[in-house]
């Protein structure tokens, strides 16, 4: 069957991957994979609050969910310093790159549909892109395009820094990227770029003739029965969401983020969602297919879509708009306050989201990626989750899903 365009008689509610399961007998423990009884609960719940205080972390939201066991669903600390109200797994966080997940699915939609292709030169689409011709839409999507991360262009970051309220359009981001030469000639190899997924966003707007955050909603959320996730027009938050935490500021004085605008990250990064949510779309990205049974994406788009190339990073590969990182598939994100990582580890039959309100990463690196780590040693010790440095995705300048080193605010 297609991909469902019909959103209007999907049910409102999230169908959960434990839902899936109803009625089936469990499945036995797959190798490499410790099962979530009470000892290793208990076990998890000491190592995380560990590393939490040994990082300073204010607040983490865990959701492991092992197909046909009991899932392991946790929130630690606060997500309000100034009130002390605890974090909670149905609140609202800023999602960072995840985003690309979500933009990139757009794209192959269109693919799906015939109205653009994935050899074809970006300039096919979209006028003004330097070198576009040359540069194709799946480059775009692989990160291969060699085109200049505009979230490491000093002046941006300048800007940024000294005013984070700022709304910006997606043109105004792009001048800043295309101010400069291309790192290298398109397909000569990896490097994380916002740009890239900027590009794509435009691209789905120009093909579609819809605004990004409208297409998304109508032809991935909904169909997804995603409700609880959104593309923002400015710096709204949804209630009841997740307090950030930064430190990237003039004086380095950590503050509360929650209300700085987004719109820098846009198609890259500026996505919201929920813990909930979140373990319902890995599986479909993963999949391509629709908690219905129906597409997302047709199979021959899904399998492209899954072909990871090496990034040039131990265990990390990219496909289009997804990353792979020793078995475990998805996509992380990180901006100033947020952190996000959603992934699916197959063989496994696991889904694994984490949230954390804070990207005052320190001497201890990604946060998100201390807890993954912290997790994964446990439960998945034959797939641990160690994200090399440099190849973590972000959105502004420093680490946050497969990317270069950066200073911050990532994606």
């Known amino acids: 069957m297609g991909r469902y365009r019909t959103p209007t008689v999907l049910a409102a509610a999230s169908l959960m991957l434990t839902t899936l399961c109803a009625g089936q007998a469990p499945a036995a423990t797959p190798p490499g994979l410790n099962g979530i009884d009470p000892v290793t609960a208990e076990q998890l719940d000491d190592a995380i609050t560990a590393s939490m205080r040994k990082a300073d972390i204010p607040g983490v939201g865990i959701g492991l969910w092992i197909d046909g066991e009991d899932p392991y669903v946790r929130a630690f600390g606060t997500s309000d310093k100034a009130t002390g109200v605890p974090i909670k797994t149905d609140m609202h966080t800023r999602i960072g790159s995840v985003t690309k997940t979500f933009a990139v699915t757009a794209a192959l939609q269109l693919v799906d549909d015939g109205k653009v292709r994935l050899e074809a030169p970006i300039s096919t689409y979209l006028d003004g ?92 959320l909904e169909p997804a029965d995603l409700d609880a996730s959104s593309l923002p027009t400015g710096a709204e938050i949804t209630a009841p969401f997740v307090h950030g935490y930064t430190n990237f500021t003039p004086d380095g004085a950590t503050v509360d983020a929650s209300t700085w605008n987004p719109s ?87 889904t694994m989201v984490i949230v954390v309100n804070s990207d005052s990463d320190g001497k201890f690196g990604n946060l998100s990626s201390v807890i993954a780590n912290t997790i994964t040693k446990i439960v998945t010790p034959e797939h641990v989750w160690e994200l090399p440095p440099a190849a973590q995705p972000n959105t502004v300048p420093e680490p946050s899903a497969p990317s270069t080193p950066t200073p911050k605010p990532r994606s």
Do not use: C
Request: cysteine-free; aromatic content about 10%.
């Open 129 to 220: 892109v330097p070198g576009g011709d040359r540069i194709t839409v799946q480059q775009l999507a692989d990160m291969r395009s060699g085109l200049f991360n505009y979230t490491e262009d000093p002046r941006w970051m300048a800007a940024f820094k000294a005013d984070p309220h700022r709304a910006w359009t997606p043109q105004e981001l792009l001048d800043f990227s295309f101010a400069h030469p291309a790192n290298f000639p398109p397909d000569a190899r990896w490097e994380y770029s916002n740009t890239n997924t900027v590009l794509l966003g435009l691209l789905v707007e120009k093909v579609s003739g819809q605004p990004l955050h409208t297409y998304l909603q109508q032809h991935v």
């Open 264 to 350: 820098w990250g846009w198609a890259a990064g500026a996505m919201l969602s929920t813990m909930d949510d979140l373990h319902s779309w890995v599986p479909t990205l993963v999949t391509g297919k629709l908690p219905d049974g129906d597409r997302l994406l047709e199979p021959g788009t899904q399998a492209q879509r899954l072909r990871m190339l090496p990034t040039g990073h131990p265990g990390v590969g990219y496909g289009l708009g997804i990353a792979d990182l020793d078995g475990w598939i998805g996509h992380n994100g990180e901006l100033p306050g947020y952190e996000t990582i959603a992934v699916r580890l197959p063989q496994a039959r696991a």
